[in-house]
T-cell receptor
């Protein structure tokens, strides 16, 4: 079936560097995408979202890019901090009810 | 505004025992969801509800039942727990076509 997936299961970056976490999706009907951050022992926390009528959206230190042509989603974190260490999930809403399909997650490790 | 809360936080059951997990949200959301998360895996949808008095099956519904008697509460029941149901359970809620907000999780171990 169609699903959301991630290219890199683990990403290790130096503190202060920028991080890029990627996600591929296969359902062309998906029109809403979300990035979640999950710290150890906690529930997923909303970071940023984007709708399919946009190709870029910025938050505080985070930017989400959407490329519908190649069905690719990315999360960019500027000046990565130790507190950014977590597992990051992308999720898509395939426009068939209020359901989300989650990717398997990417672990971001920030080295001091 | 507490958001989404879950009780209990931890539970250990013996095979065959039953239990109910409670989820509560104070955001007046129509939609509520129960997921399970296993090591190294993403979130899998067990059951969901699109409004008070309604429930529907998700991706992995077998062995679970749910009820949504009040808009703010969504209960997940295990009638006869099995070791395969050892997992971390997350509840979430959302308004129509928007972000799902998650609770802190319940860690369940079935011996």
């Amino acid at each position: 079936g169609e699903s959301v997936g991630l290219h890199l299961p683990t990403l290790s970056v130096q503190e202060g560097d920028n991080s890029i976490i990627n996600c591929a999706y296969s359902n062309s009907a998906s029109d809403y995408f979300i990035w979640y951050k999950q710290e150890s022992g906690k529930g997923p926390q909303f970071i940023i979202d984007i709708r399919s009528n946009m190709d870029k959206r910025q938050g505080q230190r985070v930017t989400v890019l959407l490329n519908k042509t190649v069905k690719h989603l990315s999360l960019q974190i500027a000046a990565t901090q130790p507190g950014d260490s977590a597992v990051y999930f992308c999720a898509e809403d395939n426009n068939a009810g209020n359901m989300l399909t989650f990717g398997g997650g990417t672990r971001l490790m920030v080295k001091p | 505004n507490a958001g989404v809360t879950q009780t209990p936080k931890f539970r250990v059951l013996k095979t065959g025992q039953s239990m109910t997990l409670l989820c509560a949200q104070d955001m007046n959301h129509e939609y509520m969801y129960w997921y399970r998360q296993d090591p190294g895996m993403g979130l899998r949808l067990i059951h969901y509800s699109v409004g008070e008095g309604t429930t529907a099956k998700g991706e992995v519904p077998d062995g679970y039942n749910v009820s949504r008697l009040k808009k703010q509460n969504f209960l997940l029941g295990l009638e006869s727990a099995a070791p395969s149901q050892t997992s971390v359970y997350f509840c979430a809620s959302s308004s129509v076509k928007s972000t799902q907000y998650f609770g802190p999780g319940t860690r369940l171990t079935v011996l």
